[in-house]
Structure formats: C-alpha cells, structure tokens
C-alpha cells in the first residue's frame, strides 16, 4: 500500500501552533501598554487576532481523516514550514505599526529573530519603540533552543515517529542522546534549563542596565542571537562586569544542553570525558590568546584588561555565533576578521543554541583525516573514528563529510549569486558563511549601518533562506527539492 504526504495533519498542527505564536505576541503588547505606546500595543493585538485566527482555521477547518499520523516525512515537512509561518505572522507587527514598510524588510527581519543570526535591517535600533524591540528579543529566544522543541513541549501527542524526526532535524547535531524514553519530557527538560539560565543572566545584568535592557540582553545572548537595544551594541555601557557576565553565557549558549543537563543532574563525568567540550575549550583559549597576542602588537585597545576581555569577548561572541563585537576589526587590519572567520564557520557544539557548521563535525573531519593518511602508508589497517569514546559508523562518518561539503557548496553558491548584484567578492563570502552559520554581522558593504537594509529585495530573500537552511542544518530543508520527497511510499 502507498501512502502520501497527509498535508491536512501538517497544516493542522500548524494551527495549534499559530496560537503559541499569538499567545507570544501578547508579551510585547504588555510592553506596550506598560511605556504607554498605543500605537505598538494596537499592532501586538491586531497581529495576535490575525495569526489565532489564522490558526483556528487551520485546526478546525482541515480534516487530517482517518490517518492523523505523523510520520517521519511529515515531521520533516512540518520542521521546514513552522520556521516560515512563523516568521510570515511574526512580521505582522513590523508592518502593522509601521516601523518596516516593506514585506520583504519584515520578513528578512523576523526570519533573521526566529533563526538568531542577527542581522538586521533597522539602520536605527533606538529609534524603535519598547514593544517592538522586546518583540525581537523574543523571536530570537523562542528561536535559539527551537521552535520545534518548544512545540514538543507543549503538544505531548507528537511523541511519536514524526516528533521524533521534528527533534532530530531541529536540534543539531550528528547523532542525539534523549534525555528521557518521551521525546516530549526530554523537551520539558531542555527549556526548563533554558528559562533557568535566561532568568539568571538577566538578574545578573540588572544592577548596570536595568531590568529592561537585561532581559532583552539575557534573552538574545543565551539564544546567541546578538541583538541588541543599542546601536553601539554592548559598548553603549563599556562595563567590565557586562562583558563578563555575557561572555560566561555566551560560552554556556554554545555547549551541547543536554551536557548541561547531565551537569545539572550532578553527572559531571559526562562533561569531563566530552571530546567536543575540551576542543571548544581549546579552540576558544588558543584564538582568544592568538587575537590577544595581535591586538598587542597592533596597539590594538587602551590597556591589557581591555585586550584580555575583549579578545575573549569577541572569540566566544564569533564561536557562539552571536554576533555581538566590541573592536571594528575590519579597519584594524583583516588577519583577526579571517581569524573569527574560520571560528565562524565551525561555531559551537552541537545541541547548542549556536550556529555554524559545529565542532562536532570537525573532530570527525579531523580524525577521518588522520585515517586516510595512516592508510596512505597502511592500506589494509582497518581504521575508525572515536569520539567520546565511541566508534562511529562509517555511514555517519560519510554523512558527516557529506555536510561539510554541502555546507560549503551552498555557501560559495550564495556568494556567487550575490556578486551577480555586484556584492564585492570578499563581502559576499564573508556574509554568505555568516548567514548559514547564523552569525549576523556583515562585512564591507554589509557591515555598514545600512549594509541589509541597502540591498536588492532578491538578495534579502536569498539570505533569508540561507539563515534557514543554516538554522535547520542543511538536509530538513534542501531535502524538500528532492523529488523522491514528495513520491509515494
């Protein structure tokens, strides 16, 4: 018997979750209303009734018959289109209170929150009213540990085959440990974590911006989505004991939560025997000092506290991909840019609300490598890649490589297309890595105030989908243009 794709159940679980979605939208209404902002408290609102009603349409009006099955390929297809529809609602209040005008500023906008890459194209952050910037902050928060997961949280009935294949493809990385026998519990787990070191680094920030400003700054750093209240980012307030406190959770961002977890359980060998933990330590300190090393030869900062913080800053802010900075190194010389650049590519751990390629992928990379050259002097040795402890399938090792390869094909394919709209060659490969990294900073022309909001509407949807396909780790959305997706069982 062959079955197809039941698109009535997809939709309709879409419907419940434009509900979230509005019930989310009330947050920033209440900020409205609390700094007395009518115009963006009425945008909120509007925005909240038309996505619930858009889902009640959704639930109540479509029929998933007599197979209401999730299965493994609705959940993929369902992963994909819940980062769109929400970010086509999210930009309803953008529009509505007029602070973008054009669907294309909204929607690059929202997509670049839901997926924490950070870029923007508001050329004047403080110019933006309380509630709309307490909007973005969200976005990015409900985006850093995962719409997906949050779902799963939520609707316990997706504890089957297609929750299981919405996990795997939201969550990153290449393989997952549940946590719990229930996909669901496991979820319940990681955001009660989440909401746990959120509330902590905004009382940590309070005493030197405010209960505000620190809990949009809690929010966006652990997200590691990097936007900000200030133009000047950070360095609005230039305070040692802010940049420490970020830089601590930034690094924490980075780490696989279901480590953080086991931490939490009191299980601390699962941290000291990690592979990929003591690389993305390593990594951090040996580019933190080589930056530190550069800064000090360049007479880069005022002093050798503000080169240590910073350095740090900017190594954990770049691994992370959160995108926040402290030095325009562009015009300070370009070998520390390319230096993050490669940091960039990699990110942090996977199961991490970071970005890039994960450090994950380059142990593996790296000891596949150092394989195939022992076989070059030993061809008949039978050889394995360890990680953790634990051989891995040549079949994962191959899926692996695959990524890389892809990653860097979609990558350099974005690039070229932007220099088809006469993108500099070196700007387009530096804003296309950190589009599918997730990273958000632009260089040269994209780095300017205006660097987004200046390019052509074509340009601004393709690195909108770039942030996707980055956020959603490649295959759950390129495996859509396939055509054995959409063929029969």
Excluded at 212 to 225: E, I, K, N, P, Q
Excluded at 287 to 307: C, K, P, Q
Aim: aromatic share 12%; proline share 2%.
């Amino acid at each position: 018997m062959t079955t197809r794709l039941n698109f009535p159940v997809v939709l309709r679980v879409q419907g419940w979750l434009q509900f979230i979605e509005a019930a989310f939208m009330l947050m920033p209404a209440a900020v409205s209303w609390y700094y007395d902002d009518m115009t963006s408290l009425l945008a909120f609102v509007v925005s909240s009734v038309i996505t619930a009603a858009a889902g009640l349409l959704m639930t109540m009006g479509l029929k998933p018959g007599n197979h209401a099955v999730m299965r493994r390929r609705e959940g993929l297809l369902l992963t994909a289109i819940i980062w769109v529809f929400f970010s086509l609602f999210g930009m309803l209040p953008f529009l509505i209170s007029g602070t973008l005008t054009t669907v294309t500023d909204a929607f690059f906008e929202t997509m670049s929150g839901f997926t924490t890459t950070g870029a923007s194209v508001v050329t004047d952050i403080e110019a933006l009213p309380r509630g709309i910037l307490f909007w973005r902050a969200i976005m990015q928060w409900i985006g850093g540990l995962g719409i997906i997961l949050f779902t799963l949280a939520v609707i316990p009935m997706l504890n089957q085959k297609g929750g299981i294949a919405m996990f795997n493809a939201e969550v990153t990385g290449i393989t997952h440990e549940r946590l719990r026998p229930r996909v669901s519990q496991t979820a319940k787990d990681l955001w009660l974590i989440y909401i746990i070191l959120t509330a902590v680094m905004a009382v940590l920030l309070t005493r030197s911006l405010g209960w505000y400003d620190a809990v949009f700054h809690a929010m966006t750093t652990m997200a590691t989505g990097g936007f900000s209240t200030r133009n000047a980012g950070l360095h609005y307030w230039n305070d040692y004991w802010v940049y420490g406190v970020v830089t601590a959770f930034m690094f924490v961002g980075g780490i696989n939560f279901s480590i953080i977890y086991s931490v939490v359980r009191g299980r601390f060998s699962r941290l000291r025997g990690n592979d990929t933990f003591k690389y993305y330590v390593a990594m951090m300190l040996i580019v933190s000092a080589v930056i530190f090393v550069n800064m000090t030869a360049e007479g880069y900062a005022s002093s050798t506290l503000d080169r240590v913080v910073f350095s740090l800053f900017d190594t954990v802010s770049a691994m992370s991909s959160t995108g926040l900075a402290t030095v325009d190194y562009e015009t300070r010389g370009e070998f520390i840019a390319m230096l993050l650049l490669v940091v960039i590519f990699f990110g942090g751990m996977a199961g991490s609300t970071s970005g890039g390629a994960k450090i994950d992928r380059l142990i593996v990379l790296l000891k596949n490598t150092a394989n195939e050259f022992y076989r070059v002097l030993h061809p008949n040795t039978v050889t394995a890649v360890r990680v953790n402890g634990r051989v891995l399938s040549h079949t994962l090792v191959a899926k692996v490589i695959a990524f890389l390869a892809i990653y860097v094909m979609v990558m350099l394919v974005v690039a070229l297309i932007l220099t088809l709209f006469e993108v500099p060659i070196v700007d387009s490969i530096y804003t296309s890595l950190a589009m599918i990294s997730n990273y958000g900073l632009g260089y040269g022309s994209t780095a300017a105030v205006d660097g987004f909001a200046t390019l052509p509407c074509a340009v601004k949807w393709l690195l909108a989908t770039e942030m996707l396909i980055g956020r959603l780790e490649l295959f759950t959305v390129l495996v859509l243009f396939t055509p054995a997706f959409w063929r029969r069982d």
